[in-house]
């Protein structure tokens, strides 16, 4: 069961007992990343609910913080339907390409099939920030290219920091 509350006519967010909340301060893990999720295609509150019992038990990562959920319009490829987009914070000791390449599984993993940007997908993983680095490969940037002017992002991320 999730809170609705209406912020404005084009977003929504839901809190829930696994989503906009803290779990842990404390890991033997020695990495804090923070990755935004998404998706819009099926029932994306469940999957999420799904990954997160999955990152549960999940030996490689910890789980610390989930935000809220929003729900917010697409952009891109604004012909499809509304993204459900939240944010939790892991514990990893992966480095950076082998933790991308882990994301990617488990997309794939949730059914995630890329076939053009902005696509509509089962299950959207982006890294936002991994510690305090910055990365520029052609793989892989972070802090996450534009995360701060994506609602996406920001909603979510502020949830997280307060």
């Given at each position: 069961m999730y809170i609705?509350?209406?912020l404005n006519e084009s977003l929504i967010t839901f809190k829930g007992l696994r989503f906009g909340v803290k779990l842990r301060e404390k890991?033997?893990?020695?990495y804090r990343v923070t990755v935004g999720i998404g998706g819009n295609v099926g029932d994306v509150k469940r999957r999420f609910e799904h990954l997160y019992m999955f990152l549960k038990r999940d030996k490689r990562v910890e789980l610390?913080?989930?935000s809220?959920?929003?729900?917010n319009p697409p952009f891109g490829f604004v012909a499809q339907d509304d993204f459900l987009?939240?944010?939790i914070v892991l514990k990893v000791s992966m480095q950076p390409l082998?933790?991308?390449e882990y994301l990617?599984?488990?997309?794939k993993k949730f059914a995630r099939k890329r076939s053009f940007a902005n696509a509509p997908r089962t299950l959207d993983l982006d890294i936002i920030f991994f510690e305090n680095r910055v990365i520029k490969t052609p793989r892989l940037t972070?802090?996450?290219e534009s995360w701060s002017k994506r609602e996406s992002v920001t909603i979510p991320l502020m949830d997280i920091k307060r």
């Open positions: 609705k509350r209406k890991s033997s893990h020695r610390l913080e989930t809220l959920i929003l729900k987009n939240s944010i082998a933790f991308l990617h599984r488990v997309e972070i802090p996450h």
